[in-house]
Nanobody, 125 residues
């Protein structure tokens, strides 16, 4: 079995920063991609960023580019999402997920087989 356990998140003021963590355990794969998605109330789940086991990064969407960075620590089997200069529109539930099919681009939720528990990020003054 594969488990993705998230940590981080919470309430932050506009302009603040947060770091989300996603620890992956269980079955090992020769190649994988860990992606982050977010979902605001009443909206569809949105791709944030992804990183593969080789270190290849799929950049954040334009609305997050320059503010969000994804990184991975293979020794700890953990992927991080660093979020800076947060805006109120960044509020939502953030989830990490594991994709093991290298023939997908990893930008869509159906590409992912395993999901973390989700964590709330609220940006508010």
């Amino acid at each position: 079995q594969v488990q993705l356990v998230q940590s981080g998140g919470g309430l932050v003021q506009p302009g603040g920063s947060l770091r989300l963590s996603c620890a992956v355990s269980g079955r090992t794969f020769s190649w994988y991609r860990v992606g982050w998605f977010r979902q605001a109330p009443g909206k569809e789940r949105e791709f944030v960023a992804a990183v593969t086991s080789n270190g290849d990064v799929t950049s954040p969407a334009d609305s997050m580019k320059g503010r969000f960075t994804i990184s991975g620590d293979n020794a700890k089997n953990t992927v991080y999402l660093h979020m800076n200069n947060l805006k109120t529109e960044d509020t939502g539930v953030y989830s990490c997920a594991l994709n093991t099919n290298l023939f997908t681009n990893g930008r869509s939720p159906p590409h992912y087989s395993y999901w973390g528990q989700g964590t709330q990020v609220t940006v508010s003054s």
